[in-house]
């Protein structure tokens, strides 16, 4: 079975079969971009709401900036009614995005509470009158990402899948979790192998992809057309080169150098504070900063958290420069 390979989402041909999950608050426009670079075959945005009266929201609008962003565009949209959610695929549709994702996975309280994400899967018809709706309302491609069920005792992702597939969804990624179990506990595989055996559809695996071989193990035992990475890619965007390189060569590829590893969180830093503007820039930067070097050396953290008061964009990058400064000395290193 070939491992890696190109994927067609509808018109779409992609340069691999291994995509960028969508992360509310996480993959902006800046992560999107850097992790296309360094071999995601498509990046999918953030969730954004169907409720038309968010859509001038400030966060809402950067959600729609796709400016310089790599072909095809994959936005994320997440709701309950029918109408809105095709109101909503419209609306970004004529805002640039090629492929529209509908969210059936996201487990968070706030989703859920309204019944949106992945507490639809209690309700089968709803899915597929929303998933009908979407699909009709547009004339590009309509992507789904659910989970395996609400809870373990309720597990339907075969008919969810079913359904999806006959409303006309071009491509379906599954979450090897349930509602119920969120991101505890180790994701199962089983479940994505027999809705892939169940439907003729592109499926994509997701759930604990964390390294190369694990990529590898996760594509033999589901039998999926490709991956769905989301928290495997948080400070660590070079997997995406990394799960390349070894399903074509099945050889490890070498870790990033320092050097390249500084230039990107660099790069990823001044995108964040030039998309957001300098001071959410800067709180937003945080998170992946502690990510990044989490990563690397995970005894930088109590220097990383000094740097969270920081409020400037220029002191943010030159403490930056300060934990790396600690690391090489940490390693006995030269810069």
Known sequence: MELLKSV???PYTLRNNLILSPMAGITDRPFRQICRQLGAGLAVSEMTASNPALRTHRRTLLKLDHRGEDE??????VGTDPVQMAEAAQFNAKNGAQIIDINMGCPAKKVCNVAAGSALLRDEPLVKRILEAVVNSVDIPITLKIRTGWDPQSKNAITIAQIAEQAGIQALAIHGRTRECKYNGSAEYSTIKHVKSA???PVFANGDISSAT?????LELTAADGLLIGRGAQGNPWIFREIEHYLRTHELLNPPSISEIRSIITQHITQLHEFYGDNMGVKIARKHIAWYFKHLDETLLPLVKQSFSIQDPKLQLEFMNTIFDAYMNNKNLAA
Do not use: L, M, T
Not at 72 to 77: A, L, Y
């Open 214 to 218: 694990k990529a590898q193990q996760v």
């Open 199 to 201: 439907i003729q559809i």
């Open 72 to 77: 095809p565009r994959s936005v994320q949209i």
């Open 8 to 10: 067609k989402i509808g």
